[in-house]
């Protein structure tokens, strides 16, 4: 039983899933926490879930599962905390016809445009910035 449960990665996946099939209601998840927290993981995890469950004919699922180490190298970077912090925030819109993912979009926010300039000591700009040590 879901409701005696501390949360779930997967639980929230599937009781936003459920709400689309049972109620056709459009859900959303909201996934927030402190550096290192594991909000990238715990997004990869519920597209995942989203992919085995609501397969697309055309794959569109693997597309956006292949999308996030592009968008990390342009928004991640070495903090004082994690050597592969987030910078930016993303918005993904899955889109479903006949219980079935047939499409999405990611939106990105770069939160930290100043990182490209200037970074504090024993940090890095943006890991797309950086080629076997040097910086550009």
């Known amino acids: 039983d879901l409701n005696n449960l501390d949360p779930h990665v997967f639980a929230v996946?599937?009781?936003a899933f459920t709400g689309i099939v049972d109620?056709?209601?459009n859900q959303s998840?909201?996934?927030?926490?402190?550096?290192?927290?594991g909000k990238t993981e715990a997004t990869k995890l519920i597209l995942m879930y989203l992919s085995?469950?609501?397969?697309?004919?055309?794959?569109?699922?693997?597309?956006?599962l292949q999308s996030n180490p592009v968008l990390e190298a342009f928004g991640n970077a070495k903090t004082g905390r994690n050597d592969n912090s987030s910078r930016f925030g993303k918005y993904?819109?899955?889109?479903?016809?006949?219980?079935?993912?047939?499409?999405?979009?990611?939106?990105?926010?770069?939160?930290?445009?100043?990182?490209v300039v200037q970074q504090e000591?024993?940090?890095?700009?943006?890991?797309?910035?950086?080629?076997?040590?040097?910086?550009?």
């Open 13 to 15: 996946a599937k009781t």
């Open 23 to 25: 109620d056709g209601e």
């Open 29 to 37: 998840v909201i996934i927030s926490g402190e550096s290192g927290a």
């Open 52 to 64: 085995e469950v609501a397969a697309s004919k055309n794959n569109v699922e693997d597309e956006v």
């Open 92 to 115: 993904i819109s899955v889109r479903f016809h006949e219980h079935r993912i047939c499409g999405a979009d990611i939106t990105s926010y770069l939160l930290e445009k100043s990182r």
């Open 121 to 136: 000591a024993g940090e890095r700009s943006y890991h797309i910035l950086h080629d076997d040590g040097r910086s550009f």
